[in-house]
């Protein structure tokens, strides 16, 4: 089995997936409530608490497959991209577990994770397909041609899309992370009530800060009652805006490079306009949309192991 690590924003995870790509416990302990108060990641708050998590949450896992640690024949970590002291905690575990028992270390960029949470059973999806990846940090439109080829079509400008329902939530004074409550509240409302811009750019590449600076005017323009039964109405207008100009682009590209499969990852897939609005594209469980160290297994799958000791030397990165 695979152990798999991940530790590159604000969930301590950890997972243990064969080689045939079976979840055999998949563990993910969010530090969500922490950094609620702040209205975002705190980067230094975060690496503290994957110290204290980090074992209870490896823990945690091997109960949960009934295993031990001699049942773990590759030990697979992210290595990067994400915050650099998060990253850090769980690299340094993992190179001690996988020091400690001579086995050999897969070191995984988060990006192919979350591409990789598609090819776990039981519905596992076969390249080539197009993928959109849209989660807090990213926005891109890939050609995945196979497990190890991808080709970057289309990113972001400015925020990623994620960071815009983030924000979003935040000027209507939702909680964070603010996807899931703008998603919740938005059902409530009438998609219809505002018109907010879907931005124009050139090629595949997507924009939101035009977005939010519409939502931000919308609000602004409010007193504090008309904001609150104004709320579920904004939520539902700005959530259509986002998901109108994912899926514009995801069509866009598919078109464009002859793909039938298209495919959806990352926290915002976890969203149920966006599986709604595109009912022909795979996309993962919720539970694996959202950061979690069983996509990291499934991508050390499709990478090559770095044998015992050479990974000691191994750092993480922040970006590519
Ligand atoms: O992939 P992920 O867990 O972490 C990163 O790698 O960034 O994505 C987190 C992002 C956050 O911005 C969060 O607001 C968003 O995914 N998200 C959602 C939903 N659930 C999480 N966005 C829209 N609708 C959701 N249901
Ligand atoms: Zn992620």
Redesign the pocket.
């Given at each position: 089995m695979i152990l798999g690590i991940e530790t590159?924003?604000d969930?301590t995870a950890a997972a243990l997936v064969t080689e045939d790509g079976e979840v055999r416990a998949s563990v993910v302990s969010s530090q969500a409530d922490l950094h609620a108060r702040y209205g975002g990641v705190v980067p230094e708050v975060a690496s503290r608490r994957h110290l204290e998590l980090v074992k209870p949450v490896i823990s945690e896992a091997l109960a949960d497959a009934s295993a031990t640690l001699d049942d773990v024949d590759r030990v697979a970590v992210t290595q990067g991209p994400g915050l650099i002291g998060a990253l850090l905690v769980g690299l340094s575990v993992a190179k001690a577990l996988a020091w400690s028992r001579h086995l050999p270390l897969v070191g995984v960029d988060?990006l192919d994770g979350?591409v990789a949470s598609l090819y776990l059973q039981p519905d596992a999806l076969e390249p080539p397909f197009l993928c959109l990846l849209a989660?807090?940090?990213?926005t891109l439109l890939l050609d995945v041609r196979s497990h190890t080829e991808r080709e970057v079509l289309g990113t972001t400008r400015d925020d990623a899309a994620?960071?815009a329902?983030?924000k979003g939530a935040r000027l209507l004074g939702l909680g964070y992370?603010?996807?899931?409550e703008?998603?919740r509240l938005a059902r409530e409302g009438d998609p219809e009530a505002y018109d907010f811009p879907v931005a124009r750019v050139d090629g595949l590449d997507f924009s939101f800060s035009g977005l939010k600076t519409a939502l931000l005017y919308a609000v602004r323009d409010l007193s504090a009652e008309e904001l609150d039964t104004r709320r579920a109405d904004l939520a539902a207008s700005y959530q259509r805006a986002i998901v109108r100009a994912l899926v514009g682009r995801v069509r866009e590209a598919a078109e464009r490079v002859g793909r039938e499969q298209i495919a959806i990852v990352?926290?915002?897939a976890?969203?149920?306009e966006l599986r709604a609005a595109l009912p022909d594209a795979a996309a993962a469980p919720l539970s694996l949309?959202?950061?979690n160290a069983a996509m990291i297994a499934s991508a050390a799958r499709f990478t090559e192991s770095i044998p015992y000791p050479r990974y000691l030397g191994i750092d993480a990165y922040s970006s590519r």
């Open positions: 590159s924003c969930e988060h979350h989660s807090g940090g990213h994620g960071e329902f983030d992370p603010g996807g899931r703008i998603d990352g926290g915002v976890a969203n149920s949309c959202t950061d």
